[in-house]
């Protein structure tokens, strides 16, 4: 299965209900309705139409039955579920280098239509789309973390942690939201409480900083020559042109000459500040004690260390609005047990909140109060 976008997946969904499960409209009752009472119409969860024994989907319908028995009694709502293997989404490529026989990532999505009345026909029917799923991501960070749009020397992208926005049953709920309007809630259970990231440190970022200048750097030095080498066939070109006068060829060279110096002058520059940059990120660095450089960075905005404008903001001054940064861990998990074995569980609650949605907030509502995260917790399997 190709990897699709976040948005293309669950319009997906909405759209068709395949997959290891689906669902039908038949358990929607079509007797005339009114738009107050179709909130209150009794629904089903859907039932498996694919029975496998295979390790994978037993652990996939475990996971299932402890997401159902949260909403037991689906009500103006009709809820659907979908197993993805491999997980769709992880980020393209960035799990390539990871070892064989590194834990298996899939999932189970359970998703939402509301309930809605024709009240031309009087009619029900249900909506085409859901954007209301919870979802159990097995051994993956999926959608979890936030791109920090810089790279470590290796090539792997750096992550900000998302915040911690409340508890979930004694355990940390984490801000995920990635769509305007519509929360993202992820609870993450794992194997000695370990995640698949690793801490970047202070000096790492640094590190990142000066190979982005020093790359700056490389550019328009590299822009210069190019420049040169343009000025130098125009001016060739020049002597081959026709023009009326001596003058006027002269005039046309000296115009050349000026529109490159021009650049050359501004670019010169800009390489200067740049170094200066790096002289401001060595000085940084040496100030730093090796306890204080090992730390892990915990940032608003990596640029604002050292900035191009404007007044620098230090570690310390950012640790205390910011978020932590990381990479992705490719070595997490144990590799003696069974690539398809629980070692993490992430539970993702993505759900509308606008008025409108009455059966939706109910649903998120009575999910929260009644999932039992420790049966969740559970499922790990710690191994040997």
């Known amino acids: 299965m190709k990897t699709m976008t976040r948005k293309y997946r669950v319009l997906l969904l909405g759209m068709i209900g395949v997959g290891i499960y689906t669902s039908s409209l038949a358990q929607v009752p079509q007797a005339p309705c009114t738009k107050e009472d179709v909130v209150n119409i009794s629904t089903n969860w859907t039932t498996p139409l694919v029975k496998s024994s295979t390790a994978q989907s037993q652990r996939q319908q475990k996971i299932l039955q402890i997401l159902k028995a949260a909403y037991p009694k689906p009500t103006g709502l009709v809820p659907n579920v979908h197993g993805f293997l491999p997980v769709d989404g992880d980020p393209g490529n960035e799990y390539i280098d990871q070892p064989k026989g590194s834990p298996l990532r899939y999932s189970v999505t359970t998703y939402f239509h ?18 209301t799923w919870i979802i159990a991501y097995i051994n993956s960070l999926t959608t979890f973390l936030v791109p920090a749009h810089f790279k470590l020397p290796n ?8 915040r911690v926005v409340g508890q979930l049953k004694g355990y940390p709920v984490y801000d995920t939201q990635k769509w305007k309007d519509i929360p993202d809630e992820s609870v993450v259970l794992a194997v000695g409480d370990k995640l698949p990231v690793r801490p970047v440190s202070r000096d790492e970022v ?9 790359m700056q750097m490389a550019e328009l030095e590299a822009a210069q020559i190019k420049l040169a080498e343009a000025l130098k066939e125009s001016l060739a070109e020049a002597d081959k042109m026709s023009f009326k006068t001596p003058e006027e060829r002269e005039k046309y060279k000296q115009g050349n000459i000026r529109e490159v110096e021009n650049g050359k002058s501004k670019s010169t520059q800009m390489i200067a500040s740049f170094r200066q940059r790096l002289q401001a990120i ?11 450089r090992a730390k892990q960075a915990v940032l608003n905005d990596i640029r604002d260390l050292v900035p191009i404008k404007g007044k620098a903001i230090s570690f310390e001054e950012q640790e205390k609005t910011g978020r932590a940064l990381v990479v992705r861990d490719l070595t997490w998990g144990n590799k003696k047990q069974a690539p398809h074995s629980i070692q993490l569980i992430q539970l993702l609650m993505h759900h509308q909140t606008d008025a409108r949605h009455v059966a939706k907030k109910e649903m998120i509502r009575q999910f929260k109060e009644n999932i039992d995260v420790e049966a969740l917790r559970k499922l790990l399997e710690v191994g040997s």
Not at 118 to 130: F, L, N
Not at 206 to 214: G, K
Not at 282 to 292: F, I, N
């Open 114 to 131: 509301t309930l809605l009345c024709d009240a031309k026909k009087g009619t029900t029917y249900r909506d085409g789309e859901t954007h």
């Open 155 to 162: 090539g792997q992208p750096l992550y900000f942690m998302p």
């Open 206 to 214: 640094l590190s990142v900083l000066t190979a982005e200048v020093n």
């Open 282 to 292: 060595e000085q940084l660095r040496a100030s730093m004690s090796p306890a204080d």
